[in-house]
């Protein structure tokens, strides 16, 4: 069973520029999660979808950030525009049911210059 | 709010020492608690898990039972090897926290020849 996709896997970017993350969830995972991994600490949830509607989306900075989930399967999370303190790895998660184990993806990592 | 705290890292030990790491948490309801690891330049992977008080989960030599008493989820494996220099995360997540995971801020293993 293929795990969970993301790209690109590194992006080095300059302030006040955009920048946006793709996730390919494990095949038949109704749910989906972003978490963004500052260094030094554990993942925090930005956002997440049930099928292609959000459960959760209070922890997003939605000043800036913004993320889609077309018909339920691909997600793409996009930052404009971009600040310093938004490096970070961003990570994607699925999983089966909405309490379910989710399984994460390798992450990109993002480096704001 | 709900919550995860590890000890500080990093761990340095010698292999075929004894590992301990300790997690305790505040949650309302009754979560599932988590560890995931995190190898260098890899996602997150779920290590073990148990779902209710007095669980035991196991993998690869690793151990942590689910202690509500103590509201603790402590990290142990007998003797440890190089290969599992790593990060360490303690995670809950359940129905009051809707599915999310809440995570500790890691735990740096480093294991020495």
């Known amino acids: 069973e293929a795990g969970v996709a993301q790209s690109p896997r590194y992006k080095i970017i300059e302030k006040r520029q955009s920048v946006a993350f793709w996730c390919n969830p494990i095949?038949?995972?109704?749910?989906l999660y972003w978490y963004q991994q500052i260094l030094g600490q554990g993942p925090k949830l930005l956002i997440q979808?049930?099928?292609?509607?959000?459960?959760?989306d209070s922890q997003l900075p939605k000043d800036r950030f913004s993320a889609e989930r077309l018909k339920g399967v691909d997600s793409t999370l996009k930052i404009q525009p971009a600040k310093l303190e938004d490096s970070a790895v961003y990570l994607c998660?699925?999983?089966?049911?909405?309490?379910?184990?989710?399984?994460f993806g390798p992450g990109t990592r993002l480096l704001v210059l | 709010g709900d919550s995860v705290t590890q000890m500080e890292g990093p761990v340095t030990l010698s292999e075929e020492a004894f590992l301990t790491i300790n997690c305790t948490y505040t949650?309302?309801?009754?979560?599932?608690l988590f560890w995931y690891v995190q190898y260098p330049g890899e996602g997150l992977q779920l290590l073990l898990k148990?779902?209710?008080?007095?669980d035991k989960g196991s993998n690869k030599g690793f151990e942590a039972t689910y202690r509500k008493e103590t509201t603790s989820f402590h990290l142990e494996k007998g003797s440890v090897q190089v290969s599992d220099s790593a990060v360490y995360f303690c995670?809950?997540?359940?129905?009051?926290?809707?599915?999310?995971?809440?995570f500790g801020q890691g735990t740096e293993l480093s294991v020495k020849p």
């Open positions: 998660a699925s999983s089966l049911l909405q309490e379910g184990t989710q399984y």
């Open positions: 095949s038949g995972h109704a749910t």
């Open positions: 979808f049930q099928n292609n509607g959000v459960v959760d």
């Open positions: 949650a309302t309801g009754y979560p599932s």
């Open positions: 148990a779902t209710k008080a007095d």
């Open positions: 995670a809950l997540s359940g129905y009051n926290q809707g599915g999310k995971l809440i």
